[in-house]
C-alpha cells in the first residue's frame, strides 16, 4: 500500500487507507470467474420492480459506473438486465446503467442490446399506456452506443412515444442520428 506522510490529518490517513483497501477488493472480485460475478450482479440486477430498494440501486449503479476495473466480460454477463434497467428505472438509476453499458465496446454486444432494446419497446407500445419514458431512453441508449441505423429505426417506429416523453421532434431526431 501507499504511505502517506503523517503531517496529513487522521481523517486523510483513514480514507486513503480505505480507498486503497476498496480498490483492491474490487480488484479481487474482478478476476472471480464468471460465473461468480454473473451471480453477484443478476441478484442485485434482476430484483423484481416490487422489491427494489432505490437506494441500494443507485448504489450498486454508481459502483458498476465508476470503478475502471471493469473488465467487460462482467457488464456483458448481465447486459440484458442492465439494458432493462437503462430503459425502465427512475431517470438517475437509468442513467448510470447507459453510462455502464457504454462501457461494452464490441460490435456484436451493443448489436444484441439494440436487439433488447427493440424487444422491450415492442412490449410497451402493445401496453394501453405505454411508459413513454421508455422510448427516449430508448432512443438515447441507442445514440450513445453508436447504433445509428437501429437508431433510425426506432425512431421511425416510435417517434411518436418519443416526442410525448422528450418533446423531441423530427428536427432534433433527424440531428440525433446525423451525430450518430
Known amino acids: 500500500m501507499i504511505e502517506f506522510s503523517k503531517e496529513h490529518s487522521n481523517a486523510w490517513l483513514e480514507l486513503m487507507t480505505a480507498y486503497q483497501e476498496f480498490r483492491a477488493k474490487v480488484f479481487y472480485w474482478a ?3 464468471n460465473d461468480v460475478k454473473f451471480h453477484d450482479l443478476y441478484i442485485e440486477l434482476s430484483s ?3 422489491e427494489r430498494d432505490l ?3 443507485l448504489l450498486i449503479m454508481d459502483f458498476l459506473r465508476n470503478t475502471d476495473m471493469w473488465d467487460e466480460k462482467a457488464i456483458v454477463l448481465v447486459y440484458k438486465e442492465l439494458t432493462k434497467i437503462a430503459l425502465q428505472e427512475q431517470e438517475e438509476v ?3 446503467a447507459q453510462m455502464v453499458l457504454k462501457k461494452i465496446k464490441h460490435r456484436p454486444e451493443r448489436i444484441d ?3 433488447k432494446v427493440f424487444m422491450l419497446a415492442s412490449v410497451e407500445a402493445k401496453q394501453k399506456k405505454p411508459d413513454c419514458m421508455l422510448f427516449h431512453n430508448g432512443c438515447m441508449l441507442l445514440h ?3 447504433c ?3 437508431l433510425e429505426q426506432f425512431i421511425q417506429e416510435y417517434k411518436h412515444l418519443i416526442y410525448l416523453a422528450s418533446g423531441l421532434d423530427e428536427m432534433d431526431l433527424c440531428k440525433l442520428v446525423e451525430c450518430t
Open 31 to 33: 478476476k472471480e470467474n
Open 48 to 50: 423484481p420492480i416490487i
Open 55 to 57: 437506494h441500494k440501486r
Open 94 to 96: 437509468a442513467g448510470y
Open 113 to 115: 442490446i439494440a436487439d
Open 144 to 146: 450513445d452506443l453508436g
Open 148 to 150: 445509428k441505423q437501429q
